[in-house]
T-cell receptor, first 111, second 111 residues
């Protein structure tokens, strides 16, 4: 929290739609991450970026895409290829390999 | 590979101490974290300890590390209703970008 903002807080998606979740930070952290959280489960890593214009797939990247054009921003697009996107999405940042700090989250629901 | 295990639930009476336990697998130089997640919110970093330490205390929080058994615990003294949340243990190798999270322990504090 603090210098990490996620928007919107709640998001609704219709079948077949792409939606984009925003994550912005003013902590000057190089690394940014996207996690998915389902009830009763831990956090699963979707994508992460160590530096601008570079990103790597995490454990569950299928059906998701990201970009890292600016240090402050790491948007996540949930595409129509993601068949079960209803979940709580968390963005995190870190100064290189240092501790991760989390944003407030976006809850995505498929209608 | 890394694996982090936590019990799923803990119920305590207000005013008592809570002890949340975690086991991890990697014996290399590692950071061990405790995060707190309140309903509908992101993860808040509570404290962390490096694997060459045995104990860390911060106000009502005490972290104990048993390196031989790869066991980490978080003790919350004088537990209050505001401490009701999910507590995540996480392990991260030194120099790595990606931590491994446990599934979280739901702490329920009752009067």
């Amino acid at each position: 929290d603090g210098g990490i903002t996620q928007s919107p807080k709640y998001l609704f998606r219709k079948e077949g739609q792409n939606v984009t979740l925003s994550c912005e930070q003013n902590l000057n952290h190089d690394a940014m991450y996207w996690y998915r959280q389902d009830p009763g489960q831990g956090l699963r890593l979707i994508y992460y970026s160590q530096i601008v214009n570079d990103f790597q797939k995490g454990d569950i990247a299928e059906g998701y895409s990201v970009s890292r054009e600016k240090k402050e921003s790491f948007p996540l697009t949930v595409t129509s290829a993601q068949k079960n996107p209803t979940a709580f999405y968390l963005c995190a940042t870190g100064a290189s390999t240092d501790t991760q700090y989390f944003g407030p989250g976006t809850r995505l629901t498929v209608l | 590979g890394e694996d982090v295990e936590q019990s799923l639930f803990l119920s305590v009476r207000e005013g008592d101490s809570s002890v949340i336990n975690c086991t991890y697998t990697d014996s290399s130089s590692t950071y061990l974290y405790w995060y707190k997640q309140e309903p509908g919110a992101g993860l808040q970093l509570l404290t962390y300890i490096f694997s060459n330490m045995d104990m860390k205390q911060d106000q009502r929080l005490t972290v104990l590390l048993n390196k031989k058994d790869k066991h980490l615990s978080l003790r919350i003294a004088d537990t209050q209703t505001g401490d009701s949340a999910i507590y995540f243990c996480a392990e991260k190798l030194r120099g790595s970008y990606i931590p491994t999270f446990g599934r979280g322990t739901s702490l329920i504090v009752h009067p």
